[in-house]
């Protein structure tokens, strides 16, 4: 439910005036909840920002959300950010 | 990775009868500012909260709404995590709350001049709310009231 969750309270802030961006684990949810702006990241449950204690893939992640707020594509966005590579070990 | 069909059989068979919901946003709000100039607040749905904050409610029916706030100085090892879903791996955020609150990373953006400011504070609630009217009508009006109060420019959103 956080996927919905998170989309919700994006959809309030932003109708608030402020704008959002947020990261979805669950494309499917994220569709039809259809925040303004999301970056899907195909990665488990519980894992948004990728390995724990890997700052650069956090950096990445995180960036790339913060740039979907500088995009000029019509709203709603719901971009996918590419994976190169996920293990736990 | 997380597919449907990686998910438990009870999550599925949830997932094909809820009736997702939506928050009718439009027409949405451009940003004013570059974000090397913006102020960023971030909201989480990982509940995480301070060792001297309640921890969220399991028990109630529909979700807990209610929202913990997290200063920016907050040492992250010293959060926990109390989300009630079992839906998740919960060991990544346990080992590095960045994962779901990414304050170091912001503070790191801040000083490279990625981002203009990290905030004074930011959200935390527990995304498990099968009933959200509340979410809606209370706690977002609640809490963007707080980040325009704070001159937030944007607003970061993390699920777990």
């Known amino acids: 439910m956080c996927n919905q969750s998170v989309g919700l309270i994006q959809s309030v802030i932003e109708k608030q005036g402020i704008p959002t961006s947020s990261i979805s684990l669950l494309r499917e949810v994220t569709r039809k909840v259809h925040p303004p702006r999301s970056l899907f990241v195909d990665l488990p449950l519980g894992y948004p920002l990728g390995r724990p204690h890997d700052a650069e893939m956090q950096r990445e992640i995180l960036v790339a959300t913060l740039r979907l707020l500088e995009s000029d594509q019509p709203l709603p966005i719901l971009e996918e950010y590419q994976v190169r590579e996920f293990s736990l070990s | 990775m997380a597919k449907f069909s990686d998910l438990t059989f009870k999550y599925r068979l949830f997932m094909k009868t809820y009736r997702y919901r939506s928050y009718d946003w439009a027409p949405g709000t451009t940003m004013v500012k570059p974000l090397s100039e913006s102020r960023i607040a971030v909201v989480t749905t990982a509940a995480l909260y301070r060792p001297d904050q309640p921890p969220f409610d399991e028990s109630i029916r529909g979700g807990d709404v209610s929202y913990r706030v997290i200063p920016k100085d907050t040492e992250l090892s010293s959060l926990r995590e109390g989300h009630r879903s079992d839906a ?17 990373r912001l503070r790191e953006l801040e000083s490279e001049g990625v981002i203009g400011s990290v905030n004074e504070r930011h959200f935390s609630l527990m995304g498990s709310i099968t009933a959200p009217g509340r979410l809606t009508s209370e706690t977002g009006p609640e809490v963007s009231a707080f980040l325009r109060e704070d001159g937030v420019d944007a607003v970061l959103l993390t699920p777990v």
């Open chain 2, 88 to 104: 998740f791996d919960h060991t990544g955020v346990e080992k590095d709350k960045n994962l779901a609150l990414p304050l170091d």
